[in-house]
């Protein structure tokens, strides 16, 4: 089966240029001038863009927490993702204490078996540390899993001590696997819930109260001095603080090597939403929480500047009616997450590329070249190359919309970015080759993503 979308202004990380696509099979065959192909289902792209599919490397789907499980599952969030132009994302088996790290990766492919209809690959979280953990550890890159996530944070829960984190960084760095570091100190903050609670003080807003910005850069400065000290390859996921990002800015200046991610709503949104009346500062409670407008106008300069390299989202969706309820006596109880997989790619390019804020070709990078490059899917992914995956999608930029949970498909009953006006409006959505979004259509079978074996980081820049 092959489809030729003619006159597109084609994108990637390095090119705008208007061309033809021809898709043979599930790869890219040529990207080129007046290409003819007879057989081949056209389609034109006047005035239109192609872009890479998106790749969103931080998702949390059908997690457990514990008091309740995230609300989209392999089908709902991919289908979703793939409605936003995604059409590969990383997930993150997360063990309970006392079980295999094989367990975990067994549950999470069987969580995405029949379900799945976008590629996607694991991060392994490491939540407790032990010989047998540290030997399974070495063991990742030959299931596929070149990456692993390591908590500073959720005392008693997933967090792990100093002495800890840099044992599992020497066995990540003999085996060049990448380590994720939720940065935040686990134990001060800890001490601050208990008091606040104490004290009577248990709406939202506390709980970004009981974890300011020093507490997330005293961290990050820590998780990238003992990497460096380990010699592994760090990634600090979801930056959201100016102060954070000075942190990385200048371990980078001084030679130390550092990664770093930031998400949607450390952009888009701010803490007066933790405000909202009638529990609703409820709906954005996450981990680290939202921070000051300046600090969102940072993270952009640290996008355009390098120092960031990606936005992921951290989707990780609990429906406000009965999950997000679960805190109404305490912030602390309140599940910690956001929906975010549909409208990463449509916010940054309205908010980004409409508003001048990035290149056409950041835009790329930032939600898919430089995702498939650290996480081991370049050129497979990330780029519209000959002989890559045919993941790509058709975006009309003069459209607009409004985001609303009225007509999202996410499985959650509300959006952080409801009532957002943006530009731009995605067309056509391409997984390998096969057309699996058209408007409003959702062509993909259950089932149809494919697993993904990742190899190691390998950044040219
Ligand atoms: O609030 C958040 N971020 N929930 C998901 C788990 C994590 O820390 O990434
Ligand atoms: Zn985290
Ligand atoms: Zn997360």
């Excluded at 996607?120 to 596929?144: A, Q, T």
């Excluded at 696997?177 to 208990?194: L, Q």
């Excluded at 609303?404 to 943006?422: A, C, L, R, W």
Aim: hydrophobic share 35%; with cysteine; glycine share 8%.
């Amino acid at each position: 089966m092959s489809t030729l979308i003619k006159n597109g202004i084609v994108i990637t990380e390095n090119e705008v240029k208007t061309a033809d696509v021809l898709i043979e099979g599930e790869k890219i065959s040529t990207v080129g001038k007046s290409i003819t192909a007879p057989n081949a289902k056209e389609i034109d792209a006047s005035g239109l863009y192609v872009f890479p599919g998106g790749i969103d490397v931080h998702t949390h789907l059908d997690l457990d927490v514990g008091s309740t499980v995230s609300s989209d599952d392999f089908y709902t969030g991919q289908a979703a993702a793939a409605f936003g132009g995604t059409t590969t994302h990383i997930d993150f088996p997360t063990p309970r204490k006392g079980e295999t790290l094989r367990a975990a990766f067994e549950e999470w492919l069987s969580k995405a078996a029949g379900k799945a209809v976008i590629d996607y690959g694991f991060h392994m979280s490491v939540v407790e540390v032990n010989n047998k953990i540290l030997r399974e550890i070495e063991e990742l890159p030959d299931w596929g899993i070149t990456s692993i996530k390591v908590y500073m944070a959720y005392k008693n829960i997933l967090q792990l001590t100093d002495e800890e984190i840099y044992r599992v960084m020497q066995t990540a760095a003999r085996k060049n696997i990448t380590v994720m570091v939720h940065a935040e100190n686990g134990d001060v903050i800890d001490f601050n819930v208990r008091n606040l609670i104490a004290e009577g003080k248990t709406e939202p807003k506390y709980h970004a109260i009981s974890r300011p910005p020093l507490l997330e850069a005293e961290a990050v400065n820590r998780a990238i001095y003992i990497a460096n000290a380990a010699g592994a390859n760090v990634y600090i996921v979801h930056v959201t603080a100016e102060m954070s990002l000075n942190q990385i800015t200048e371990s980078r200046k001084r030679g130390l090597k550092v990664f770093a991610e930031t998400c949607p709503q450390y952009l888009f949104l701010d803490d007066s939403y933790l405000e909202l009346q009638n529990f609703e500062g409820a709906k954005y409670i996450c981990s680290p929480p939202l921070r000051k407008p300046e600090d969102n106008e940072a993270l952009w300069n640290g996008l355009k500047k390098g120092d960031l390299q990606i936005v992921s989202t951290d989707h990780c969706p609990f429906n406000f009616k009965g999950q997000k309820e679960l805190g109404k006596e305490a912030f602390n109880k309140i599940p910690n997450g956001l929906p975010g997989i549909e409208d990463r790619v449509p916010l940054l390019y309205s908010e980004g590329i409409v508003k001048g804020r990035l290149t056409l070709n950041q835009f790329v990078r930032i939600t898919s070249t430089n995702p498939a490059k650290l996480f081991g899917l370049y050129p497979q992914k990330g780029t519209l190359k000959t002989g890559s995956n045919a993941d790509l999608f058709i975006l009309d930029p003069n459209a607009e919309r409004t985001i609303t949970s009225q007509n999202h498909h996410m499985n959650v009953d509300y959006n952080p970015y409801e009532g957002f006006k943006i530009k731009g409006k995605i067309k056509k959505v391409f997984r390998r080759g096969e057309l699996i979004v058209d408007g409003e259509e959702f062509l993909a079978e259950k089932g149809s993503g494919r697993y993904l074996h990742r190899k190691h980081l390998k950044w040219e820049d």
